[in-house]
């Protein structure tokens, strides 16, 4: 009589309770995915370039002057390769948010790179800390797979002896 609804928290079977998750299916979606992803990242990191962040002392500049695409393009390979590893990792394991992560690094590594114009050396280094960040957050998810597996074999075991 005084049923109350179902809260996210309440139903076992609701896709908002599970963050986590393995992503399978054909290579095209997975294709798709890496592509959306990082347009989506490089498409943020340019509007947030549009305008200054914080003060004139220390704040995020805009956009500095010059050519832009070379930038754009650089990213744009960087987040293509950076998303493809999340989405090859999330395909076998579940993944905690493989797309934050990936529009989150190539994002913050495009408006860094239109803000100051870096040269292609300090562009690598802003790919490598970024394939730090995403090896990081795949080695979690690599590892957390390792321990639930094991922990259901051990499980298995001692249910059979």
């Known amino acids: 009589m005084n049923d109350l609804p179902e809260g996210p928290f309440d139903s076992g079977d609701s896709d908002d309770s599970e963050d986590a998750e393995v992503r399978p299916g054909p290579l095209w979606r997975h294709a798709v995915w890496v592509v959306a992803v990082t347009a989506a ?3 943020l990191g340019w509007v947030g370039a549009l305008f200054r962040i914080g003060p004139e002392e220390f704040g995020l500049p805009p956009s500095a002057p010059g050519a832009l695409w070379p930038y754009l393009l650089a990213w744009g390979a960087i987040g293509l390769a950076l998303a493809a590893i999340l989405r090859v990792v999330a395909a076998k394991v579940p993944v905690y948010e493989p797309e934050t992560a990936a529009i989150g690094v190539v994002m913050i590594g495009t408006r860094l790179s239109l803000g100051w114009r870096p040269e292609p050396l300090e562009v690598a280094g802003l790919a490598a800390a970024g394939l730090l960040l995403v090896a990081v957050w795949c080695a979690v998810a690599l590892r957390g797979a390792a321990v639930v597996r094991r ?8 249910g059979t002896a």
């Open 41 to 43: 990242g490089v498409a």
């Open 151 to 158: 922990t259901e074999e051990v499980s298995r075991a001692r």
